[in-house]
């Protein structure tokens, strides 16, 4: 069985998808972080069957949940002080996000204007849908988050 400590001062991110840690510790840029980081991948989980895990020692300030929730707002962040859970986040998804993905849209006036920002809205919530603030494009799971 595989033991990893555990971290003083932090964050822990939980229920993530099985094998969705690395794309989370990508966009939420932890490489850049003079920072701990464990990734768990394939855990063992009874609500999941498998899970992925990320310990993080550093302040939570340090992470954007708009993002991590954009990825995923099912994931659970645990807040770390002293070694002891002091807080648990819920992640909703946001209203509005900025330069986490791009408009493909070639028409779209993001394609033009290369340093107007990539700004998307949560367009039906039920569905989970984003859509461009500038044509409307819908945002769909095969375009690359831009990070």
């Known amino acids: 069985m595989l033991n990893v400590g555990k971290i003083e001062e932090g ?3 939980d229920h993530i998808k ?6 989370i510790y990508e966009h939420l840029q932890l490489d ?3 920072c701990t980081v464990a990734i768990i991948k394939n855990a063992r989980s009874g609500k999941m069957g498998k899970k992925d895990i990320l310990k993080v020692e550093c302040d939570i300030d340090m992470l954007d949940l708009d993002v991590l929730a954009f990825i995923d707002h ?3 962040v645990n807040v ?3 070694g002891d859970i002091v807080e648990k986040k819920v992640l909703v998804l946001p209203a509005q996000i900025k330069n986490v993905i791009r408009c493909h849209n070639p028409r779209c006036i993001t ?6 920002p990539h700004i998307f809205y949560l367009a039906d919530a039920e569905k989970e849908s984003y859509r461009c603030k500038y044509c409307e494009e819908k945002y769909t799971e095969t375009a690359k988050i831009n990070r």
């Open 11 to 13: 964050f822990v991110l």
């Open 18 to 23: 099985a094998g969705r840690s690395l794309d």
């Open 32 to 34: 850049k972080l003079d």
């Open 74 to 76: 099912n994931i659970t």
């Open 80 to 82: 770390i002080k002293n």
């Open 111 to 116: 394609s033009i204007e290369q340093e107007l």
